[in-house]
T-cell receptor
Framework: DTAVSQTPKYLVTQMGNDKSIKCEQNLGHDTMYWYKQDSKKFLKIMFSYNNKELIINETVPNRFSPKSPDKAHLNLHINSLELGDSAVYFC?????????????FGNGTRLTVT | GENVEQHPSTLSVQEGDSAVIKCTYSDSASNYFPWYKQELGKRPQLIIDIRSNVGEKKDQRIAVTLNKTAKHFSLHITETQPEDSAVYFCAASKASASKIIFGSGTRLSIRP
């Protein structure tokens, strides 16, 4: 059983397109995140949701729109894709409402914009 | 806001030797310090963590030390093995900040 699963694993698309990445966790965690890892391996938080409510939006362009239909799912929709959006996007979850607890990452989605 | 600096960015050690990775943080209110290991093409995974009420924690060949006064913490890997080759990330957070801030990562290579 994969605790945090995200799809697709690979996504290759052209500039200007709109794409979505889905994430689901079966750990019963209250908090879910989206992280972006660039080519230099920096892990940067994008969004955090707690029980379907947006907690963090780290100055991400509004072309990125997260949606949490329930606390087990956090999807990421990206409009008008740009070359600079190419990266690996990781979904993660953590238990409880505090943020001093371990993150459980999904396997990542490698997005390539051409 | 919180800033976490990590050194070195790359580290190569002989198999069997020890490896040390150091991090400093800026926010004295930070109270949780996890370490993640990311193997090539895989997801980051927690390997050890420490909270501010503890100065040192050990799990087999891995240990983490925390110096709250100096605001730095370190990861120690002893008797390194080829499977220890990976990118290691330190991180820091506090409950009120709602997020974990990662260091820039250290690529550890183990020479046979």
């Amino acid at each position: 059983d994969t605790a945090v699963s995200q799809t697709p694993k690979y996504l290759v698309t052209q500039m200007g397109n709109d794409k979505s990445i889905k994430c689901e966790q079966n750990l019963g965690h209250d908090t879910m995140y989206w992280y972006k890892q660039d080519s230099k391996k920096f892990l940067k938080i994008m969004f955090s949701y707690n029980n379907k409510e947006l907690i963090i939006n780290e100055t991400v362009p509004n072309r990125f729109s997260p949606k949490s239909p329930d606390k087990a799912h956090l999807n990421l929709h990206i409009n008008s894709l740009e070359l600079g959006d190419s990266a690996v996007y990781f979904c993660a979850s953590s238990p409880g409402t505090g943020y001093n607890s371990p993150l459980h990452f999904g396997n990542g989605t490698r997005l390539t914009v051409t | 806001g919180e800033n976490v600096e990590q050194h070195p960015s790359t580290l190569s050690v002989q198999e069997g030797d020890s490896a040390v990775i150091k991090c400093t943080y800026s926010d004295s209110a930070s109270n949780y310090f996890p370490w993640y290991k990311q193997e090539l093409g895989k997801r980051p995974q927690l390997i050890i963590d420490i909270r501010s009420n503890v100065g040192e924690k050990k799990d087999q060949r891995i240990a983490v030390t925390l110096n709250k006064t100096a605001k730095h913490f370190s990861l120690h890997i002893t008797e390194t093995q080829p499977e220890d080759s990976a990118v290691y990330f330190c991180a820091a957070s506090k409950a009120s900040a709602s997020k974990i801030i990662f260091g820039s990562g250290t690529r550890l290579s183990i020479r046979p």
